[in-house]
């Protein structure tokens, strides 16, 4: 009892807990996944290849918390301060999801080539990416998020500096898919280390008598 | 013993002055887990914890006895869901027990 209580390593450990699934590595691995194979993708679906870099991710974090993470270890509240948080990423991605869609607009409609070059454009939203995800892993608290920043903040410009080597579609698979495939593998590592280590308890206890 | 002895010793916290409620290492674990969150379940404080089922419940009653936690029912869709949380009593008794067990081993 003469160990000290730090009350922040506590809440940390509590909150970093729930990120011990490898879902958010799974979701963000099959993204950059199906980022990489988009352009075969865009062949054979087209337009409605876009539903697969952007489902998936979402499915795999969604389906994945209800139906593998809390029957597992349940459900925790945190204070106002990780609320708080959550709100302000809320507000940064309310903010910065125009902007990032008038970019892509604008870089499909071929504006920005015209007018700066074709290096500017990936080396702009390599730089965006890495901001905005960076400041999402230290406003969330999650170490993991600055891998994801790095991973696509140099998988941008790296596609365009493989693109006059490799060629398409290649160029795409080495910048996103390499990076994609490790961290998803990570993910559903993670995740089968979850499940084994925390199966679901036989007796029901999500109703306790008190 | 005079007044002002008396004044001294009872500034001194000694071992019997410690809420010995949470002071078991059981239970202390438990209000370290509450304190720091705004809520958890009975299966959250399980894993948190490493108590099993039985210890726990029976932890958890004596806590809720005490005035210490809030055994909240609430409807997760259809089902119903038990969260525990730290009342504010429970809150204030932690930090005296951590004031007071600070200031006893500072005054080793």
């Known amino acids: 009892m003469i160990e000290k209580i730090d009350l922040k390593k506590v809440e940390k450990q509590t909150y970093r807990f729930t990120f011990t699934d490898g879902l958010y590595d799974m979701a963000y691995g099959s993204l950059l996944f199906f980022t990489a ?6 062949e054979i679906l087209y ?13 795999i974090l969604v389906l994945g918390k209800r139906f593998i993470t809390v029957p597992r270890i349940g ?10 948080s959550r709100n302000k990423i809320g ?23 015209i007018k700066v070059g074709g290096y500017i454009v990936p080396l702009g939203g390599g730089i965006f990416a890495l901001i905005l995800l960076s400041l999402i892993a230290y406003i969330i608290d999650y170490p993991h998020f600055y891998l994801y920043a790095v991973s696509i903040g140099l998988g941008l410009p790296l596609a365009a500096l493989l693109k006059p080597i490799f060629g398409e579609p ?17 993910g559903i590592f993670t995740l089968i280390k979850f499940i084994k280590k925390y199966p679901i308890p036989k007796e029901d206890i999500s109703d306790v008598k008190g | 013993m005079s007044k002002d002895k008396n004044n001294i010793i009872d ?19 438990i209000m370290t887990r509450l304190y720091v969150v705004e809520s958890a379940d009975f299966l959250f404080m399980m894993r948190q914890t490493g108590l099993t089922f039985g210890n726990l419940s029976a932890h958890m009653s004596k806590l809720e006895e005490a005035g210490y936690i809030d055994i909240i029912k609430e409807f997760i869709g259809k089902k119903p869901h038990t969260m525990l949380k730290l009342t504010k009593k429970g809150r204030k008794a932690f930090d005296e027990y951590r004031k007071k067990m600070k200031q006893f081993f500072n005054e080793l």
């Open chain 1, 47 to 59: 337009p409605s290849y876009i539903i697969f870099m952007i489902l998936p991710a979402s499915l």
């Open chain 1, 91 to 113: 507000l940064l991605i309310a903010i910065l999801f125009p902007i990032t869609v008038v970019m892509v607009v604008l870089t499909f409609l071929g504006l920005y080539n």
């Open chain 1, 170 to 186: 290649l160029h795409y698979i080495i910048s996103f898919g390499i990076s994609g495939t490790l961290i998803l593998i990570y």
């Open chain 1, 75 to 84: 459900i925790v509240k945190f204070n106002l301060n990780r609320t708080k």
């Open chain 2, 11 to 29: 500034k001194i916290y000694t071992p019997n002055s410690i809420d010995k409620l949470i002071h078991e290492p059981a239970r202390l674990n």
């Open chain 1, 37 to 42: 194979i988009a352009p075969i993708l865009r």
